[in-house]
DNA sequence: CGTGCCAGGTGCCCT
DNA sequence: AGGGCACTTGGCACG
């Protein structure tokens, strides 16, 4: 199936009354738009900038989502999230893209004395986006795997909260003998706040029981002052990788007949 | 003075050969690239991921950064940031845009089996951007008005290490009874998080000085929790709104003659 | 370069 | 809606 014209809109160098036509119709019609120009923002809600003269790209998705990009950095300098509401209008001769959220309330507005280019398109995307090496694929790998944690470790609880306050932990088990164990994973090096979060989880638990609560932090390596804190308090670092861990689920579920029993 | 047609280059359904050989000038002469049509991306890195076919817009701008934005969201859903390599070539007849960034290492790979549009424009942007109503601005309106805090609060150390070690508080002072107080700034309502930091920075300094160590946490409001944990530990809360803040500097620095003094 | 921490963080999931 | 937390977080400032 061929993609037909009417679905790709570009103007080059339009005035501003051209430009804010065709805003308008693409607004209506749900469609992703591009504006590049020079142009001012100003912006105002839970902060407050400005931005001086400068050649930017603008995209408008349909969701509402609003982005200004200047020529370098990943991020935009300006924003609105989804649910946001944009319109276009002129004033005094320059075209005025405005986009405003509603909670919390924020305002943007891009001022453009030329347009250089705008693009309108209505874009089809039902592709399925996979990531791997997460966190949660690391507590998935150890639920598969135990003694990726110590040997003779029982995982018992995945996650949730520890009575409905403070927090959650990760994840929760026995040891070899018999104590609570704490399990707190981070896919990146963990440092003091990851220890003190894990201290949270484990002081929470044993308040709520007699049994000793060991807490273990599980991530690829270790700041030397979030060892110095873990060893403080008496936990345990485990060495755990997130590819490793990805790679451990993988094969799993590719003999899923033999796959779980491979690692009990 | 008037933008000429070579800074924009723009092409509307292009081969895929032309596509490469526009993108290749553009990456030369540093300009941003937008590339618009259907394809599929693969990335590995940190993580990895997979995104299956589906019409997105590809940004490449010329200090590296690279950006593949689905029709929805505010976030790409891949990318690269500023400092990564881009290239582009023909493969089975598909056009594929990689992206590779050294360090960590990640590859992002793009792969267009059309191409709707590309864009190829050469931007000039040293526009200013100012951020006003910050955690920062949060602390210099302290500073001119510690009263914000408490009456008598008296700032001493401009933030920093408390001793080189174990993070960092956002501001030291002392009260009217002469006891030490640490500050915790937050811009947005602070959450049990934010007074476990609190409590590091408290902990820290107690264990360096006999005198009494009280801890302030100075946002614009706390959740229950947060409360909650703050009163356990004999901590307190003071409201400050970041916007207030920004207004009593602005207010500042417009009288300067007399604008200290204003607040003294 | 590692370590720590803010961000107009955003997004996801939970009560 | 409020709260807790991960994120390929990115970005900056500092030892």
Redesign the interface.
């Given at each position: 199936m061929s993609?037909l014209n009417g679905d790709?809109e570009?103007l080059?160098?339009p005035s501003v009354e051209e430009a804010v036509k065709a805003l308008r119709r693409g607004f209506s019609q749900g469609r992703?738009l591009?504006v590049?120009g020079p142009c001012?923002v100003d912006y105002e809600g839970?902060?407050?900038?400005?931005?001086?003269?400068?050649?930017?790209?603008i995209?408008c998705?349909?969701?509402g989502?609003f982005?200004v990009?200047?020529?370098?950095?990943?991020e935009p300098?300006n924003?609105?999230?989804?649910g946001a509401l944009a319109s276009v209008y002129v004033e005094d001769g320059s075209l005025k893209l405005v986009s405003i959220r509603k909670r919390p309330p924020e305002k943007l507005v891009v001022n453009l004395s030329?347009v250089?280019?705008v693009?309108s398109?209505k874009?089809?995307?039902?592709?399925?986006?996979?990531?791997?090496?997460?966190e949660e694929e690391m507590r998935r790998a150890v639920l598969i795997k135990p003694e990726l944690i110590e040997e003779g470790f029982k995982p018992m609880e995945a996650e949730r909260a520890i009575d409905g306050?403070?927090?959650y932990a990760d994840l929760v088990g026995e040891d070899v003998e018999g104590n609570l164990v704490v399990v707190e994973f981070k896919?990146?090096t963990a440092g003091?706040?990851a220890v003190?979060q894990l201290k949270?989880y484990v002081d929470a638990l044993s308040s709520r029981t007699s049994r000793r609560v060991r807490g273990i932090l599980a991530a690829p390596s270790v700041t030397k002052?979030g060892l110095r804190l873990l060893e403080q308090l008496g936990f345990k670092f485990v060495r755990l990788d997130?590819?490793v861990c990805?790679q451990l689920i993988k094969s799993a579920s590719v003999k899923p007949s033999t796959g779980l029993l491979d690692y009990l």
């Open positions: 993609k790709l570009v080059v160098e992703l591009l590049i001012t839970r902060a407050r900038s400005t931005l001086s003269l400068g050649e930017r790209v995209i998705k349909p969701d989502s982005m990009h200047r020529p370098t950095g990943y300098v924003w609105n999230p989804p030329r250089y280019l693009a398109l874009l089809e995307d039902s592709g399925v986006f996979a990531l791997h090496a997460s306050l403070e927090g896919r990146v003091r706040e003190l949270q002052e997130p590819q990805y």
